[in-house]
């Protein structure tokens, strides 16, 4: 039919990391809209794409899925919306109506940093914030410290070499997001959320959480995340003997890269193009381990106080083999790439990029950086930053400082625009888009924020 309302024939396939996170549809997305406009007026809410009489175009197909993007993209980087109960349980249950798991309950599996497992019993409903508690109560861990902890997505490869994947957020259930991934090479850990190793103390006083710190501190030396020389480990290995765990982790705060999470190998720019490059976040800072072409090793630092912003984007690029054929759905893989403006001197910013699978992760952990930094600078409790827990739903109230507040580097520019940070919540979900009329051809989208992309596609592909 030629007045079909070709918009309500095509889903929009929503991405975390490359991974489909749920499917909805224009009257869905219509509809969460017309909610969020009720419940929060529609002076706050963003513009969204008008509905259409006749039958979209290509090109109209397209240009809704871009807007559509922009305006997710909006209402999750808004400090209201985006941690809205209303906006993350939209998300929650179309993931889980797009997936096609019931609620029921069952068991899951939490691993700890020692590789021990903690099973509990929860629903496939419950939400990361449900299911951290379960994992809380399990092992026994004070409900306010909960909040210091965090679940990961993580993926098992070679020689039980550990590659984090992402930070399981509000918006998703985690029983459904690694069930749909279909491969044991996934696990859920928990893991210590802040960096500033002065927190340790609050964990520390708790016997359970001493443990996990414990635990967590001797798995980053094993893994040789944590830089440890001979004496130092005949001495950490002495207090190991002895059980005193709480002075082997006072010693492994005086080490190189505790408390660093270390990222897989990947390339840079930096300070030449097609570098190779390890890449570790932590004290504030990302650190580099750069190898030159002339296979000269160096090492360097970029403070994210020093940076002025930072973007995630993404491409499609053609899996290699051996053909120069364009992208289409079947031979494509998404290319993540993390780029910063860096303050280099007093009147120099240069862009730094690099390319990693892990970029949007990257992404995360920076923004955690500036939110503890902002919660300090404004006399602001860390636990409320941490624990935003229990009160039906997730509020940013310190945390948020570090989107509205003004940039901690001040540009030596004073016509530049002011820094935009991306708030924790978003930096885990991709966008890209597919054509409605031919899936094989993709329209990607070129450029995010860390945000939502979509993937139109007809119903005949649902």
Not at 2 to 9: F, I, W
Not at 18 to 23: D, F, P, S, T
Request: proline share 4%.
């Amino acid at each position: 039919m030629s007045r079909t309302l070709l918009g309500y024939n095509i889903a929009y396939n929503i991405h975390v990391n490359g991974v489909l996170h749920c499917r909805v549809r224009y009257s869905q997305l219509l509809g969460l809209h017309e909610q969020i406009k009720k419940e929060y007026g529609s002076n706050v809410v963003p513009t969204f794409p008008p509905k259409k009489i006749f039958t979209l175009t290509p090109a109209e197909v397209e240009q809704r899925r871009e807007q559509l993007e922009k305006y997710m993209q909006a209402v999750r980087q808004h400090p209201l919306l985006g941690a809205s109960e209303l906006f993350n349980s939209f998300l929650r249950n179309a993931q889980q109506e797009t997936q096609q798991i019931p609620t029921e309950e069952v068991a899951l599996d939490i691993c700890l940093s020692n590789g021990q497992k903690v099973t509990v019993n929860i629903l496939t409903s419950d939400q990361t914030e449900d299911v951290l508690d379960a994992a809380a109560t399990k092992l026994d861990l004070p409900d306010d410290l909960a909040g210091y902890f965090s679940l990961f997505l993580v993926r098992e490869g070679v020689d039980e070499n550990l590659t984090f994947v992402r930070k399981l957020q509000d918006f998703e259930l985690p029983y459904i997001s690694i069930t749909s991934l279909q491969s044991s090479d996934y696990h859920i850990v928990l893991r210590k959320s802040y960096w500033d190793m002065a927190y340790d103390g609050d964990v520390m006083d708790n016997r359970v959480g001493l443990n996990l710190l414990y635990a967590q501190t001797v798995s980053d030396i094993e893994r040789g995340w944590i830089l440890v020389n001979k004496d130092q480990h005949r001495q950490l290995k002495s207090l190991q003997e002895k059980g005193s765990k709480k002075e082997f982790i006072h010693l492994g705060q005086t080490l190189k890269y505790y408390g660093y999470l270390k990222f897989d190998p990947c390339i840079t720019d930096f300070p030449e193009k097609g570098c190779q490059v390890i890449v570790s976040a932590g004290n504030n800072e990302l650190n580099f381990h750069v190898k030159l072409p002339n296979e000269q090793m160096k090492e360097g630092s970029f403070k994210v106080t020093r940076m002025r912003c930072w973007r995630v984007t993404s491409s499609q690029v053609p899996v290699s083999n051996g053909t120069s054929n364009p992208c289409n759905s079947a031979k494509c893989e998404v290319k993540l790439e993390l780029a910063f403006e860096y303050l280099m001197s007093k009147d120099r910013l240069q862009w730094v990029t690099i390319t990693s699978q892990q970029a949007i992760m990257m992404s995360t952990c920076l923004q955690s950086m500036v939110d503890e930094l902002m919660v300090k600078k404004s006399g602001g409790s860390i636990k409320k930053m941490l624990r935003k827990r229990h009160n039906g739903s997730v509020h940013r109230s310190d945390s948020q400082q570090a989107v509205k507040s003004p940039p901690l580097l001040d540009s030596p520019d004073p016509n530049r625009e002011q820094i935009v940070k991306l708030s924790t919540k978003l930096n885990s979900v991709s966008l890209r888009g597919i054509s409605a009329s031919n899936s094989a051809n993709d329209i990607s989208g070129d450029d995010f924020h860390g945000n939502y992309a979509f993937e139109g596609i007809g119903d005949d592909d649902l």
